[in-house]
């Protein structure tokens, strides 16, 4: 079955540095989505993205946050100055146009020091 | 904001059991949908129900949906130890937002 993945699986910083986390959607799906599951606590929605533009974008997803699709396979999440509030599991996910089912990928647990 | 709890938070039951768990949500919705989450790993889809079904079935699996309670049930039957794991339902607000509420999950273990 295809799979969402999602690079690094693990990636250390240290608070005010730039990260970028990388996902690959399954190739014919057009949604893509951030989430973040700080330990612990529920996933919670970042933003949607949708034909190379931000759909929807939570109260989180502030200045710090941005995302991109660099090429047609690949779609990142950018944090420009981590805080040390921002570590958590981030999960990628993509949907298929007419489907309400996301397929996630496995995550990056970012942990900012 | 509408929001998931699921109750309970941790629940242990031997293999062949049944394992039922609920959620619960505040505000209306368009679907709901629970996931399922081994640990360490990405959360992998198990069902949908939308707002005017009451019953779904998938398997081992049956979701039920009460609207005037804001409330729906997972029930996996004849649970086996690989069953074990942490389930999430996720509310859907409206039509053409797909953005998705997480509850806080219940961690299923299945003894065998």
């Known amino acids: 079955e295809p799979e969402v993945t999602q690079t690094p699986s693990h990636q250390v910083t240290q608070m005010g540095q730039e990260v970028i986390l990388r996902c690959v959607p399954i190739?014919?799906?057009?949604?893509f989505y951030w989430y973040r599951q700080i330990l612990g606590q529920k996933v919670e929605f970042l933003v949607s993205?949708?034909?190379?533009?931000?759909?929807?974008k939570s109260e989180i997803f502030d200045d710090q946050f941005s995302v991109e699709r660099p090429d047609g396979s690949n779609f990142t999440l950018k944090i420009r100055s981590t805080k040390l509030e921002d570590s958590a599991m981030y999960f990628c996910?993509?949907?298929?146009?007419?489907?309400?089912?996301?397929?996630f990928g496995s995550g990056t647990q970012l942990s900012v020091l | 904001s509408q929001q998931g709890e699921e109750d309970p938070q941790a629940l242990s039951i031997q293999e062949g059991e049944n394992a039922t768990m609920n959620c619960s949500y505040k505000?209306?919705?368009?679907?709901l949908q629970w996931y399922r989450q081994n640990s360490g790993r990405g959360l992998v889809h198990l069902i949908l129900?939308?707002?005017?079904?009451r019953e779904k079935h998938s398997g081992r699996l049956r979701v039920t949906l009460d609207t005037s309670k804001k409330s729906s049930s997972l029930l996996i039957t004849a649970s086996r130890a690989a069953d074990t794991a942490s389930y999430f339902c996720?509310?859907?607000?409206?039509?053409?937002?797909?953005?998705?509420?997480f509850g806080k999950g219940t961690k299923l273990s299945v003894i065998p």
């Open positions: 190739s014919n799906h057009l949604y």
């Open positions: 505000t209306s919705i368009n679907n």
């Open positions: 996720a509310s859907s607000s409206g039509a053409g937002s797909y953005q998705l509420t």
């Open positions: 996910a993509s949907r298929a146009d007419g489907s309400e089912k996301l397929f």
């Open positions: 129900i939308r707002s005017n079904e």
């Open positions: 993205f949708y034909n190379n533009e931000i759909s929807e």
